[in-house]
């Protein structure tokens, strides 16, 4: 894929990672009287982790068609899913905490505020809520680090480990999103089974490949 080919598909994939918030705010003002919190907070919720997934799957894809121009698309999946993350959580604060409020409260700032995290608080005393918080804590320098001058201040070495921290933080996502656990295999869970598969087996097939120049060197 050329680099003119590239800065072509490039607005129209953003447009496609877009659409499913325009849809949902599309959706949300034909049916005003539906549930926001099934709406919004769900959806998104779904959303961020479909392109968490996405973003952990374009290497192993880059690896298995040769596509190696893929991973120019990397960033932005990742920078999405942490985008969808940011709405799901925020749509979760205003229409599950702040929306039970009683309006004689919502009316004083300062007391909306004060019951909203109280209320945020007693959540978080839930293992479905606590994991959803280390998610969204996970996620969050992997977007802050995202950009190119990052990259130079980190170095290249410090930066990837950084960006590892996206395994966990797409492991406590479907635990997030399946708590509690059953017994059935989410497809999210066998979409990252299968990256990581490919991850160590890619992992194991250098080390034997340093090995053997190692010791042709030594012979």
């Known amino acids: 894929m050329t680099d003119s080919i590239r800065r072509i598909l490039r607005p129209f994939v953003f447009a496609a990672c877009l659409s499913p918030a325009a849809f949902m705010l599309w ?53 999405f899913g942490f985008f969808y993350a940011t709405v799901h959580t925020a749509a979760y604060i205003v229409f599950d905490c702040a929306a039970g409020l009683d309006a004689s409260v919502r009316a004083k700032p300062l007391a909306a505020t004060a019951h909203t995290l109280s209320a945020i608080g007693a959540d978080l005393l839930r293992p479905f809520f606590t994991i959803g918080l280390v998610a969204l804590v996970l996620m969050a320098p992997l977007a802050a680090t995202s950009t190119v001058g990052m990259i130079r201040r980190l170095g290249g070495r410090r930066w990837q480990a950084l960006h590892r921290l996206a395994y966990p933080a797409a492991v406590v996502s479907v635990l997030h999103t399946y708590w509690p656990l059953t017994m059935r295999a989410p497809r999210y869970a066998l979409i990252l089974s299968i990256v990581f598969v490919l991850r160590l087996g890619r992992a194991y097939l250098r080390s034997q490949s340093s090995a053997a120049r190692t010791v042709q060197a030594g012979g």
């Open 27 to 79: 959706d949300m003002s034909r049916n005003l009287n539906a549930n926001p919190f099934n709406a919004v907070v769900r959806s998104t919720g779904f959303w961020s982790l479909r392109f968490l997934c996405l973003t952990l799957a374009i290497t192993p894809l880059r690896w298995l068609t040769g596509w190696y121009s893929l991973i120019k698309f990397r960033r932005m999946m990742g920078l």
